[in-house]
């Protein structure tokens, strides 16, 4: 909390600097302007439909329960709360009245119709790296979904970053090129891999650090950042899991779930839905591409999975030892869904990222809130413990676990971490999926 | 009820002996009579006056229970509440076979409505020599016969006179139901009570003294056998008594239960299993059901000797993945044996099929076991409920002397059940001039609909003992209910037509009774074709099927739903509406059903937003049952055609758990479900528990044509296949 | 051996901390309410309350509930003597097979716990983990409703 006020005021101190140079880089409003019929022709609408898939567009702009794409989902940022836009063609409330030249600027640069500077939690540093077709696809099937007319919420953001000048200067310190490897001893796959993770996919957007201003740190890419209060794990040498991840690993998790690592939680679940739509060539170039970025050969703690023998001489583990016993064990000790146990487990915890993390969030929050069901589709279900467990036992629990199943010491700060995630255990954050 | 010990059933079984039941073959008798016609079959009346019906039928959460005790109270002018019911019990109920195909109220209902008057005419008379009065001068009410003078004998008094082992005459004289005060009336479920309130009510609450608690080990897939096991660990776990092992039969034995979880958990470590059944990939499972072998029967033909007619030629095919039962409480049942004699009290809907399979698999009498029924979680068909009567009745002989408690595991549910078959069908018909149907050609391609005992080889664990029962060669079920074929033939009128049974001998998966079986891809190929003929003729779908329909009943529900559903209204963008009949075994209950959902274009999710069901069960017992019997059908069957698919890679069924085996949930129930009965006072009752489940996955798929502009011809209609239609 | 609290009355129990209290209850304290659906927290059969939240005690150890007060649907009345949730419930015919029942009415108890007056939307997304095979769903919809009365009429202006 502390630190987040912190950067708040240093980052006003620092928006008021640039407020200069955003002045300077007012933007006009671009006429009125609707698709032309070539623009929508059903092949672009479909390329369309990918695209917008892959850039995970609808997790962001639809709110739970709202109508697809008609905006009003609640970002919590440590700025403030943000309130996703409708981007149907509705012309009033949505883009209904956006050009392709509109789209586009919108797209790259962070700036909408009427020459308003976008907040960067619309990823435009990642957008900008998109292709004209890609950009034109997107527009044709962007203005072919059914037209919502539903106005956005005013954000909820202190001055001065209410001021939406201000990111003109953000804009400056923080937009370049779009980072967008190539190498030619890569084959085609892996480069389309690398336009999708870097520029439609935005997987840095979670992935990678960001500093005080919000802008991801891009000498440090993949490093690891969060999302929602998640932990987002690093995507580089620097992973944690206990097996590295193979591209067809990471292809099978992206796809629905993987039997070495298990498969997504919090925020990253949308992502791995918004993949069922997908072509599976387009996920196995995903994670062909980031199956690199985590190098060759094991690093770091990556030595496998671990079960250790617990001393059943400490109280506080010996208790977390009986909750796992009657509360896990039933399906994460049943042998692993691929052979047989119980669907969506690994043979052990020992392969979940998870408790070789820095710090508890994860795990707490999976713990406090589950994994609930996904939509008349398979997909795993874990039952949520905050209210099964009060935070002392919560703590033994991961304590137990981190010890059973990390090689890593114990978590710092553990209880303080599950104090301050279970303190609002009956009002759970925005995606947070309260489950059976 | 009384919780099950073995005192409390010895103590029935001393007051209710049971009785060798001729059986004369009398055809006029209606019913369940022909197999029980003696009047004490049904219904008796102890010296106190108390009166106890007795069903062969079984509570399987339809409620039945609640109707027959009506109609027996309506007969006997008794306060429902004072009569007891003993249901399906080898030992001391008539054999009815088994509960299911929507047959009770046809049949045990309406012995037990024939039985009950024959009582009444019989105490009367009895009652009239007392008194020396004329009979039919006496009423049977209250408890008791009363005389117009105000005397009254109590039906204790005046059994005794009575011989109550005489059969039911045929040409009983039955209550004019334009009198009825308890038959037709809303009468609350009498077993809710206790189902709210945690009362002993199923299988799962007996607890029998000394019980030990069992688990089975089931192989991971179908077909497995297991060539390795630490059993020696396990048996020497604190609390467990045993390992029992037979084949590839595995089971752990414990005084506690949470021990025999446990144990069961450290034995499946320990198991090796090898092999199994390999399965079409599911991209291959209708083309491989389209290759495998079948026998055609040509169930239904007319006026095929006459030249074929003009008219433009339509044709569709339709397709239904398999799909399961899926209990909210996994199978269970409780075996006791005594060296010679062996109890089984299970939740299986056949008790005297079962008892044959168990006797056969255990080489025992047929009249030293004995079966009784007792509630379990709702089955809707053979699901897993025989198999763990099997497995504790295997267990029980183990372990003489004490009762042995066997609980299925989610998974094993899920993995085990025989499933409802996948099935394909075809349909052609020529539209004629005059746009009505010219002709009709229709083929369904089905596996069985019924794999349940009575031989041991239907037993799960039979087929896997040291020395195994074969599972017998499946059966096609004859018309006119059918199995597979079931409803194949529509009620429709038809100048010339021509329907095909292709009955699939063998499939990959095990296969066997799901509720209205063959019925519900049957109705949905026909109810989804017709919409597509009205809209080739231009037709509105309900006046193209009233054009088509002659019987009045059919008509009147038809009528009906539409009426009430405010059918041809326009509707909101994205939403559509849809119909649907069907009468079920065109002999059984009629149903009409209009459905509105709505589409989402985006995501392909149709949500049903309101439905308006039409019934004629004949003369309505209870109408909340029926009601409630219809609302269950439809979400159900809501369930199974937007949503459900057992899921299969090349080894076996990979849907071993609610995770992925999706089923509907709250959020999915439409916001208003109306249920109009036609009532037909006097006439026969119609069963009801399955009318909806073939109506409701047409009027699904015709909706959607409306809303989204998408013909679906493969259930379940997911979102994935929803928008895969739709397109961008 | 812990201590339990159920339905008020407290007691030690001869299971181990890690015994999921759905054996407890069952097979010790003899309590047929909560059921045995999945074991795996996936269907809500076995819902019973904890200070007045509803959990899944398939899959809750009864080593965590030592001094936390435990209702399972016994505590909320008897077959002859229904609490008003359960009366509820046997009024609008709440239950075909009625094995998903118990769970629901703790599911709901707990619901209406927290807001007195849900509305229909709240009603459904509180009991969308709890699965009703029998399609009993119209039914349970109308038993919660009922229960909890219409919205009182002093509450002024929506928010
Ligand atoms: S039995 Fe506990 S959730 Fe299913
Ligand atoms: S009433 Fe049978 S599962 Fe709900």
């Known amino acids: 909390m502390r630190r987040r006020r912190i950067a708040l005021w240093l980052g006003g101190a620092l928006l008021l600097a640039a407020a200069g140079f955003g002045i300077a880089a007012w933007r006009p409003a671009l006429a009125p302007g609707g698709p032309a019929p070539a623009e929508t022709a059903p092949e672009q609408v479909r390329k369309g439909a990918i695209l917008a898939s892959l850039g995970y567009c609808a997790s962001c702009h639809t709110a739970e329960g709202g109508r697809p794409y008609?905006?009003?989902?609640?970002?919590?940022?440590?700025?403030?709360?943000?309130?996703?836009?409708?981007?149907?063609?509705?012309?009033?409330?949505?883009?209904?009245?956006?050009?392709?030249?509109?789209?586009?600027?919108?797209?790259?640069?962070?700036?909408?119709?009427?020459?308003?500077?976008?907040?960067?939690?619309?990823?435009?540093?990642?957008?900008?790296?998109?292709?004209?077709?890609?950009?034109?696809?997107?527009?044709?099937?962007?203005?072919?979904?059914?037209?919502?007319?539903?106005?956005?919420?005013a954000n909820a953001l202190p001055f001065p970053l209410s001021w939406r000048p201000l990111l003109a200067g953000w804009k400056l310190l923080f937009v370049g090129e779009a980072r967008m490897p190539a190498d030619p001893r890569r084959d085609a796959a892996w480069h389309r891999g690398a336009y999708l993770a870097e520029a439609l996919s935005h997987c840095g957007a979670c992935h990678s650090p960001r500093n005080l201003l919000g802008a991801e740190v891009r000498t440090k890419a993949f490093?690891?950042?969060?999302?929602?209060?998640?932990?987002?794990?690093?995507?580089?040498?620097?992973?944690?899991?206990?097996?590295?991840?193979?591209?067809?690993?990471?292809?099978?998790?992206?796809?629905?779930?993987?039997?070495?690592?298990?498969?997504?939680?919090?925020?990253?679940?949308?992502?791995?839905?918004?993949?069922?739509?997908?072509?599976?060539?387009?996920?196995?170039?995903?994670?062909?591409?980031?199956?690199?970025?985590?190098?060759?050969?094991?690093?770091?703690?990556?030595?496998?999975?671990?079960?250790?023998?617990?001393?059943?001489?400490?109280?506080?583990?010996?208790r977390g030892a009986a909750t796992y016993a009657g509360a896990c064990a039933v399906c994460h000790e049943s042998g692993g869904g691929a052979a047989g146990g119980v669907p969506y487990t690994t043979s052990s915890l020992g392969h979940r990222t998870a408790l070789r993390a820095p710090d508890p969030r994860n795990l707490i929050l999976v713990l406090r809130d589950g994994i609930a069901p996904r939509e008349h589709a398979p997909g795993p279900i874990m039952p949520a413990y905050g209210a099964a467990l009060t935070p002392a036992r919560m703590t033994d629990l991961a304590a137990y676990l981190r010890a059973r199943f990390s090689p890593d010491g114990p978590w710092p700060r553990l209880e303080e971490t599950v104090r301050d995630l279970m303190r609002d255990r009956s009002r759970p954050g925005p995606r947070a999926e309260a489950s059976p | 009820m009384t919780p099950l010990t073995r005192r409390t059933l010895l103590v029935a079984g001393a007051l209710l002996v049971g009785i060798g039941l001729p059986r004369p073959a009398r055809a006029a008798l209606p019913g369940s009579l022909p197999e029980a016609p003696r009047i004490d079959a049904w219904i008796r009346i102890g010296e106190d006056g108390a009166v106890t019906v007795l069903t062969g039928k079984a509570e399987l959460g339809q409620g039945i229970k609640t109707a027959l005790v009506q109609v027996a109270a309506e007969e006997l002018g008794l306060d429902p509440a004072s009569l007891r019911l003993v249901t399906a019990d080898t030992e001391l109920t008539p054999d009815e076979g088994y509960t299911a195909g929507s047959h009770s109220m046809q049949d045990s209902a309406t012995a037990i409505r024939h039985a009950a008057a024959a009582m009444r005419a019989l105490l009367a008379e009895a009652a009239g020599r007392r008194l020396a009065l004329p009979p039919d001068s006496l009423r049977v009410d209250g408890g008791a016969v009363a005389a117009p003078d105000g005397r009254r004998l109590s039906l204790g008094e005046v059994a005794q006179a009575v011989a109550l082992d005489a059969p039911v005459p045929d040409d009983v004289a039955l209550r004019d139901p334009a009198r009825y005060t308890v038959v037709g009336r809303p009468l609350p479920r009498i077993d809710i009570p206790a189902k709210v309130a945690g009362g002993a009510a199923y299988v799962q609450d007996i607890r029998a003294p000394g019980m030990v608690h069992a688990r089975i080990l089931r192989p991971p897939r179908p077909g497995a056998r297991l060539v390795g096991v630490d059993a020696q660990a396990v048996a020497s776990r604190p609390g467990v008594i045993r390992v029992h092992r037979d084949g590839d039969?595995?089971?752990?034995?414990?005084?506690?239960?949470?021990?025999?979880?446990?144990?069961?958990?450290?034995?499946?470590?320990?198991?090796?299993?090898?092999?199994?059944?390999?399965?079409?990939?599911?991209?291959?499972?209708?083309?491989?059901?389209?290759?495998?072998?079948?026998?055609?029967?040509?169930?239904?033909?007319?006026?095929?000797?006459?030249?074929?007619?003009?008219?433009?030629?339509?044709?569709?095919?339709?397709?239904?993945?398999?799909?399961?039962?899926?209990?909210?409480?996994?199978?269970?049942?409780?075996?006791?044996?005594?060296?010679?004699?062996?109890?089984?009290?299970?939740?299986?809907?056949?008790?005297?099929?079962?008892?044959?399979?168990?006797?056969?698999?255990?080489?025992?009498?047929?009249?030293?076991?004995?079966?009784?029924?007792?509630?379990?979680?709702?089955?809707?068909?053979?699901?897993?409920?025989?198999?763990?009567?099997?497995?504790?009745a295997l267990l029980a002989r183990a372990l003489p002397g004490r009762p042995v408690r066997v609980q299925y595991t989610r998974e094993q549910e899920h993995l085990w059940e025989p499933y409802g078959g996948a099935m394909m069908t075809e349909a052609a018909a020529v539209l004629g001039p005059d746009g009505r149907i010219a002709d009709w050609d229709y083929a369904v391609r089905s596996p069985t609909h019924l794999t349940r005992p009575p031989g041991?080889?239907?037993?799960?664990?039979?087929?896997?003992?040291?020395?195994?029962?074969?599972?017998?060669?499946?059966?096609?079920?004859?018309?006119?209910?059918?199995?597979?074929?079931?409803?194949?033939?529509?009620?429709?009128?038809?100048?010339r037509a021509r329907v095909a049974h292709d009955f699939v001998t063998a499939v990959p998966l095990r296969v066997s009774a799901l509720r209205s079986l063959g019925a519900y891809m049957n109705v949905f190929s026909i109810e989804s074709f017709l919409d597509e003929l009205a809209e080739a003729a231009g037709a509105d779908p309900v006046a193209f099927r009233l054009a088509h329909l002659d019987d009045p009943r059919a008509r009147a529900v038809v009528e009906a739903a539409a009426g009430r559903f405010g059918w041809g209204r326009a509707l909101p963008k994205g939403r559509g509406a849809g119909f649907a009949f069907a009468r079920y075994?065109?002999?059984?209950?009629?149903?009409?059903?209009?459905?509105?959902?709505?589409?989402?274009?985006?995501?392909?999710?149709?949500?049903?937003?309101r439905a308006q069901a039409a019934v004629d069960a004949g003369q309505v017992v209870n109408p909340h049952g029926i009601r409630d019997q219809i609302e269950g059908g439809i979400i159900q069957a809501m369930s199974w055609s937007l949503f459900?698919?057992?899921?299969?890679?090349?080894?076996?069924?990979?849907?071993?758990?609610?995770?992925t085996y999706p089923i509907a949930r709250f959020p999915d129930i439409p916001e208003c479900l109306d249920v109009h009965l036609i009532d037909r006072p006097g006439s026969p009752f119609l069963g009801a528990g399955e009318v909806a489940?073939?109506?409701?996955?047409?009027?699904?798929?015709?909706?959607?044509?409306?809303?989204?502009?998408?013909?679906?011809?493969?259930?379940?209609?997911?979102?994935?296949?929803?928008?895969?239609?739709?397109?961008? | 051996?812990?201590?339990?609290?159920?339905?008020?009355?407290?007691?030690?129990?001869?299971?181990?901390?890690?015994?999921?209290?759905?054996?407890?209850?069952?097979?010790?304290?003899?309590?047929?309410?909560?059921?045995?659906?999945?074991?795996?927290?996936?269907?809500?059969?076995?819902?019973?309350?904890?200070?007045?939240?509803?959990?899944?005690?398939?899959?809750?150890?009864?080593?965590?509930?030592?001094?936390?007060?435990?209702?399972?649907?016994?505590?909320?009345?008897?077959?002859?003597?229904?609490?008003?949730?359960?009366?509820?419930?046997?009024?609008?015919?709440?239950?075909?097979?009625?094995?998903?029942?118990?769970?629901?009415?703790?599911?709901?108890?707990?619901?209406?716990?927290?807001?007195?007056?849900?509305?229909?939307?709240?009603i459904r997304h509180a009991l969308r983990f709890n699965l009703c095979r029998c399609g009993t769903h119209m039914r349970i919809l109308a038993a919660v409703r009922r229960a909890a009365g219409p919205e009182p009429a002093t509450t002024g202006a929506t928010p």
Request: aromatic share 6%.
């Open chain 1, 70 to 153: 008609a905006g009003g989902r609640a970002i919590g940022t440590p700025f403030g709360t943000l309130y996703a836009t409708n981007i149907t063609p509705d012309p009033e409330t949505g883009i209904g009245r956006y050009s392709l030249a509109a789209f586009t600027r919108a797209m790259r640069e962070g700036v909408d119709r009427e020459g308003r500077h976008l907040y960067p939690a619309f990823p435009y540093t990642h957008y900008a790296g998109l292709t004209d077709p890609d950009v034109a696809a997107l527009y044709a099937f962007a203005m072919t979904r059914e037209p919502v007319r539903q106005e956005t919420k």
């Open chain 2, 644 to 659: 459900e698919a057992v899921a299969h890679d090349a080894e076996g069924p990979t849907s071993r758990d609610w995770s």
């Open chain 1, 223 to 318: 490093s690891g950042g969060e999302a929602d209060g998640w932990w987002a794990p690093p995507l580089d040498r620097t992973s944690p899991a206990p097996l590295p991840w193979s591209e067809a690993d990471l292809a099978r998790y992206l796809a629905e779930w993987d039997p070495l690592h298990g498969g997504a939680a919090g925020p990253m679940r949308p992502v791995v839905d918004a993949h069922r739509t997908v072509p599976a060539g387009e996920i196995r170039a995903l994670a062909a591409y980031v199956a690199t970025l985590y190098g060759p050969g094991p690093a770091g703690s990556r030595t496998g999975p671990v079960d250790r023998a617990i001393p059943g001489d400490d109280p506080a583990l010996a």
């Open chain 3, 1 to 122: 051996m812990p201590t339990l609290t159920v339905n008020g009355r407290t007691q030690t129990v001869s299971a181990g901390p890690e015994t999921p209290l759905l054996y407890v209850l069952r097979e010790e304290l003899g309590l047929n309410g909560a059921k045995f659906g999945c074991g795996l927290g996936q269907c809500g059969a076995c819902t019973v309350e904890v200070e007045g939240q509803a959990i899944l005690s398939c899959v809750t150890p009864v080593g965590v509930l030592e001094g936390r007060p435990v209702t399972t649907v016994e505590g909320l009345g008897s077959p002859e003597n229904p609490g008003p949730l359960q009366a509820a419930f046997i009024a609008e015919n709440a239950a075909q097979c009625g094995y998903c029942i118990a769970g629901m009415v703790m599911r709901a108890h707990a619901l209406l716990r927290s807001v007195p007056h849900p509305s229909e939307a709240e």
């Open chain 2, 585 to 609: 075994k065109n002999l059984a209950g009629y149903c009409a059903l209009a459905v509105e959902v709505e589409v989402d274009r985006e995501s392909g999710r149709v949500r049903m937003v």
């Open chain 2, 249 to 392: 039969v595995l089971a752990v034995l414990a005084e506690r239960e949470y021990a025999a979880v446990t144990a069961m958990r450290a034995l499946a470590k320990g198991a090796v299993w090898q092999g199994g059944t390999p399965v079409p990939e599911p991209d291959a499972l209708f083309s491989d059901l389209a290759e495998r072998p079948a026998k055609r029967t040509i169930i239904h033909e007319a006026g095929t000797d006459t030249p074929m007619p003009p008219g433009r030629r339509i044709t569709a095919q339709y397709r239904r993945r398999y799909q399961m039962h899926g209990s909210i409480g996994p199978s269970c049942a409780v075996a006791e044996f005594d060296g010679s004699r062996l109890t089984v009290w299970s939740h299986a809907q056949g008790m005297f099929p079962l008892r044959k399979a168990l006797a056969e698999m255990l080489s025992l009498p047929e009249a030293q076991v004995r079966c009784i029924h007792v509630e379990g979680s709702g089955s809707y068909g053979h699901n897993g409920a025989d198999d763990a009567a099997g497995d504790a």
């Open chain 2, 693 to 728: 489940q073939g109506p409701t996955a047409a009027a699904l798929a015709n909706a959607i044509r409306q809303a989204a502009g998408v013909r679906l011809r493969e259930v379940p209609m997911r979102p994935d296949q929803v928008k895969a239609a739709i397109g961008v």
């Open chain 2, 456 to 495: 041991a080889g239907q037993l799960l664990s039979a087929r896997m003992l040291e020395t195994p029962f074969p599972a017998p060669p499946p059966k096609a079920l004859p018309q006119p209910e059918g199995g597979g074929d079931r409803n194949a033939i529509p009620l429709y009128r038809l100048p």
